[in-house]
């Protein structure tokens, strides 16, 4: 096993993407439906003072304390992505978000947080099997934020930020994303002129 955390954590700010490949049958089922090596997908949340990586996720899971409620809180939660990683049983990379990080992108994040603050995971695994099967039935047809699954979240997120196009101007449904859209396979068409890196490993099991 290997592990470069560390070796990448400074280049690490908010905006960028965490990609996890679990173990756990319903991530067998994402990663079979969507036909990509990748299950989970969390977000970086940089913060500068105190100097902490955190990232945002949703998950079922409730191993790591939310860092700023201290307590579990499964569902829409912020780790510390150190523990984060340590912890995961499978290999996890990071895509870099290469874009100015302006006041207007961090104000939309921290209001959409606000929002959602512990909402809990999404208990319909057939909306999640939806997200990930693009066959006939497999169109999620509307929004609901009461709980959130992991890519409909950062989708979600980004969409705030105004990084992705939000459905009310044409753009997909956030529970329409999976964790192959934010992977080098899904081929996001970012707004703001911003990219995301190629894939690079963090984690290998």
């Given at each position: 096993m290997k592990n470069d955390y560390h070796k990448h954590r400074g280049l690490l700010d908010t905006g960028d993407i965490i990609l996890f490949s679990g173990p756990g049958?319903?991530?067998?089922?994402i990663k079979l439906g969507?036909?990509?090596r990748w299950s989970h997908v969390g977000m970086v949340v940089k913060v500068k003072n105190p100097d902490i990586a955190l990232i945002y996720q949703a998950t079922p899971s409730t191993k790591?304390?939310?860092f700023f409620l201290k307590k579990e809180n499964p569902g829409v939660q912020i780790n510390v992505l150190s523990h984060t990683i340590e912890t995961y049983p499978g290999d996890?990379?990071?895509r870099k978000l290469n874009a100015e990080r302006c006041q207007t992108m961090l104000d939309g994040l921290s209001a959409f947080r606000k929002e959602i603050k512990g909402r809990p995971f999404e208990e319909s695994t057939w909306e999640i099997i939806k997200a990930a099967y693009d066959g006939p039935f497999g169109d999620n047809k509307e929004e609901d934020l009461s709980s959130l699954f992991c890519s409909e979240l950062i989708a979600e997120a980004y969409q705030r930020m105004g990084l992705l196009?939000?459905?009310s101007k044409g753009g997909k449904l956030s529970n329409e994303f999976t964790?192959?859209?934010?992977?080098e396979k899904?081929?996001?068409?970012?707004?703001?002129?911003a990219q995301l890196s190629q894939e690079i490993e963090i984690k290998v099991i």
């Open positions: 049958i319903l991530s067998a089922g969507s036909l990509c790591a304390k939310d996890i990379s990071y196009e939000c459905n964790p192959r859209d934010f992977s899904g081929c996001l068409e970012l707004l703001l002129q």
